[in-house]
C-alpha cells in the first residue's frame, strides 16, 4: 500500500460503466454496469407509477426519510435523501471544510472527481494487487481530516471487515463508507450503516444497484445529524422527485427487504459460477481477485484491451479498469449475471482470448 499525491493523470475519472454499452453499445449483453440487468420488479414498476398521480404536488420527502431510519434503527435527523448516492459525494465535498482528503483505492472514482472539482486536493491510498486489495488502516496518513472508503469495494469485490474501516476513524475526521453494494452481500456482513457509535462516521447506500433504479436517482447518507444539516444545506431544493421518494419507501418494506436478502444469495451464487469459469482461463495468464464478495469481479489479464475489444464484437460489453487509480490496462471489471449469460459470456471470452493471441 502507497499515498499518491497525483492530480488524477492518466485516469479518466469521469468514465463509468454505462459508458460501454450506450450508442451502438446498446445492443450488447452488459456486464459493465453493476446495476440489477432487468427492470425493476412489477411491484416497484407499480408502486412508482402510483405516484405519478401526485406530480402537480411538490416532492415531500418526510415518509420516505422516516421509513429509511426505521430500517436502520436511527433517527431521522441522521437520514438524508439524494438523488443517488453519487449525489452525496458532491454534497460532501461541497459542504465541509477540508484540510486533507485521502481517498482509498481502486474504487469508484465520483468521490475524487466530486472533490477535485471544489477545489479540494486529494491524496490516494493505493491498495496494492499483491495484498489481494486489502486495506491497512497504518496506511491512511493520521492528519487527513476526509477519508473515502467503498464496502464492498468498487471494482475490487473485496469486502473490509467492519472492525477495520470503523479504526479508521480519529477525533476530527469524517469517515465515508460507500456502501452502495452492501445490500448485494447476504445479511449485509460488515456493514457500518445503523452504527452511532462511531465518530465522524458517514455512510452512503444507493436504491439503484439491487433494484435497477438508475434512471430514477434514489440513495441516501447516514450520519450525525449536525452532519446531515450541513449537507441538506448544500443541496437545492427538492432534490429527489415524487417517483424517487415512492421507490424509497418501497424498498423499505419487509417485502423488499426480504427480496434483496434473497437475490444477494442467488448473486453469490451465480458469482461462484462466474469465478469457476474464469479460473479455467488461469493457463492463458487470466487471474480474479479472491474473495469476491460484491456483484462484479475484478479480473488480470494479457491484452485485456484486445480482449475487451474482441468481446464487444462477439456481443458483450465488459468495463475496462484502466479508469481506476491503482489499476492499470490489464484490468477488467465484470458484473454477475444469470448463469445463462454467463455461460454464454465464457464461450465468448474464450473466443476473444484465442483472438488476442493472434
Known amino acids: 500500500m502507497r499515498t499518491d499525491s497525483t492530480r488524477g493523470e492518466g485516469h479518466d475519472l469521469r468514465h463509468h460503466g454505462d459508458a460501454e454499452v450506450r450508442d451502438d453499445g446498446a445492443r450488447l449483453t452488459d456486464l459493465a454496469v453493476n446495476v440489477r440487468a432487468d427492470t425493476p420488479p412489477a411491484w416497484l414498476r407499480e408502486r412508482i407509477a402510483g405516484s405519478l398521480a401526485g406530480?402537480?404536488?411538490?416532492?415531500?420527502?418526510?415518509?420516505?426519510?422516516?421509513?429509511?431510519?426505521?430500517?436502520?434503527?436511527?433517527?431521522?435527523?441522521?437520514?438524508?435523501?439524494?438523488?443517488?448516492?453519487?449525489?452525496?459525494?458532491?454534497?460532501?465535498?461541497?459542504?465541509?471544510?477540508?484540510?486533507?482528503?485521502?481517498?482509498?483505492?481502486?474504487?469508484?472514482?465520483?468521490?475524487?472527481?466530486?472533490?477535485?472539482?471544489a477545489g479540494h486536493a486529494v491524496d490516494r491510498v493505493l491498495l496494492r494487487e499483491e495484498d489481494g486489495f486489502r486495506l491497512d488502516p497504518a496506511a491512511v496518513p493520521e492528519?487527513?481530516?476526509?477519508?473515502?472508503?467503498?464496502?464492498?469495494?468498487?471494482?475490487?469485490?473485496?469486502?473490509?471487515?467492519?472492525?477495520?474501516?470503523?479504526?479508521?476513524?480519529?477525533?476530527?475526521?469524517?469517515?465515508?463508507?460507500?456502501?452502495?453494494?452492501?445490500?448485494?452481500?447476504?445479511?449485509?456482513?460488515?456493514?457500518?450503516?445503523?452504527?452511532?457509535?462511531?465518530?465522524?462516521?458517514?455512510?452512503?447506500?444507493?436504491?439503484?444497484?439491487?433494484?435497477?433504479?438508475?434512471?430514477?436517482?434514489?440513495?441516501?447518507?447516514?450520519?450525525?445529524?449536525?452532519?446531515?444539516?450541513?449537507?441538506?444545506?448544500?443541496?437545492?431544493?427538492?432534490?429527489?422527485?415524487?417517483?424517487?421518494?415512492?421507490?424509497?419507501?418501497?424498498?423499505?418494506?419487509?417485502?423488499?427487504?426480504?427480496?434483496?436478502?434473497?437475490?444477494?444469495?442467488?448473486?453469490?451464487?451465480?458469482?461462484?459460477?462466474?469465478?469457476?469459469?474464469l479460473r479455467e482461463f488461469a493457463p492463458d495468464g487470466l487471474r480474479v481477485v479472491e474473495p469476491a464478495e460484491g456483484p462484479f469481479v475484478l479480473v488480470r489479464l494479457p491484452r485485456a484491451t484486445d480482449v475487451r475489444r474482441h468481446l464487444r464484437d462477439l456481443g458483450f460489453a465488459v468495463r475496462r479498469g484502466d479508469t481506476f487509480p491503482g489499476l492499470g490496462e490489464e484490468w477488467l471489471r465484470l458484473a454477475v449475471r444469470d448463469r445463462a449469460t454467463v455461460n454464454s459470456f465464457l464461450q465468448a471470452l474464450d473466443q476473444a482470448v484465442t483472438l488476442a493471441q493472434h
Open 55 to 117: 406530480l402537480a404536488a411538490y416532492p415531500d420527502g418526510r415518509q420516505a426519510r422516516a421509513a429509511v431510519a426505521a430500517r436502520h434503527e436511527v433517527p431521522v435527523e441522521r437520514v438524508l435523501l439524494t438523488a443517488g448516492a453519487a449525489e452525496a459525494f458532491v454534497l460532501l465535498a461541497r459542504a465541509l471544510t477540508i484540510r486533507h482528503a485521502v481517498v482509498v483505492h481502486p474504487q469508484f472514482t465520483e468521490p475524487e472527481a466530486a472533490l477535485r472539482d
Open 143 to 277: 492528519d487527513a481530516d476526509l477519508v473515502v472508503v467503498g464496502n464492498p469495494t468498487n471494482p475490487t469485490s473485496v469486502l473490509h471487515p467492519a472492525a477495520t474501516i470503523a479504526g479508521l476513524a480519529r477525533p476530527g475526521r469524517t469517515l465515508v463508507v460507500d456502501e452502495a453494494f452492501l445490500d448485494a452481500v447476504p445479511g449485509e456482513r460488515e456493514a457500518l450503516a445503523g452504527r452511532t457509535d462511531v465518530p465522524g462516521l458517514v455512510v452512503l447506500r444507493s436504491l439503484t444497484k439491487t433494484w435497477g433504479l438508475a434512471g430514477l436517482r434514489i440513495g441516501y447518507v447516514l450520519a450525525a445529524p449536525e452532519t446531515i444539516a450541513d449537507l441538506e444545506r448544500a443541496q437545492p431544493l427538492w432534490p429527489v422527485s415524487t417517483p424517487a421518494l415512492a421507490a424509497a419507501v418501497a424498498c423499505m418494506e419487509p417485502r423488499a427487504l426480504a427480496e434483496a436478502a434473497h437475490a444477494a444469495h442467488r448473486i453469490g451464487t451465480d458469482r461462484a459460477h462466474l469465478v469457476a469459469g
